[in-house]
């Protein structure tokens, strides 16, 4: 049985720092694991993602919106990655949903595997 645990999130002021925790068991290998998000009045589309981190190389990938502010890593004895938020602002205000499985492809672009998915963790940002 896949399991996907997500921890983390609340509320932060303009300039503020959160952190994400994602855990996922069950799944006998992937390739990435990250974040996606659904921004307020929108509903969830697996397009708007936020960042990844491969499970092999430790390779990062991020959305331009959030390069430089966001650092996402990993603990692979705990099958654990980390979304370390730093210098938010309201438009990061939104709920993340964590996907174990991201393959991104060479032309960075990722793909996540739609029928597993964490129960969101909400990140709100006042100015």
Request: negative net charge; contains cysteine.
């Given at each position: 049985?896949?399991?996907?645990d ?14 994400l ?10 390739n ?5 998000r ?5 509903e969830f589309?697996a ?8 499970w ?28 370390q ?15 174990p ?6 032309d ?19 100015s």
């Amino acid at each position: 049985q896949v399991r996907v645990d997500e921890s983390g999130g609340g509320l932060a002021q303009t300039g503020g720092s959160l952190t994400l925790s994602c855990t996922a068991s069950g799944l006998p290998t992937t390739n990435g694991m990250g974040w996606f998000r659904q921004l307020p009045g929108k509903e969830f589309d697996a397009r708007d993602f936020v960042a990844s981190i491969d499970w092999r190389t430790g390779k990062q990938f991020y959305a331009d919106s959030v390069k430089g502010r966001f650092t996402i890593s990993r603990d692979n004895a705990k099958n654990t990655v980390y979304l370390q938020m730093n210098d938010l602002t309201p438009d990061d205000t939104a709920r993340y949903y964590c996907s174990p499985d991201i393959l991104v492809d060479s032309d960075s672009r990722p793909w996540p595997d739609l029928r597993y998915w964490g129960q969101g963790s909400q990140v709100t940002v006042s100015s």
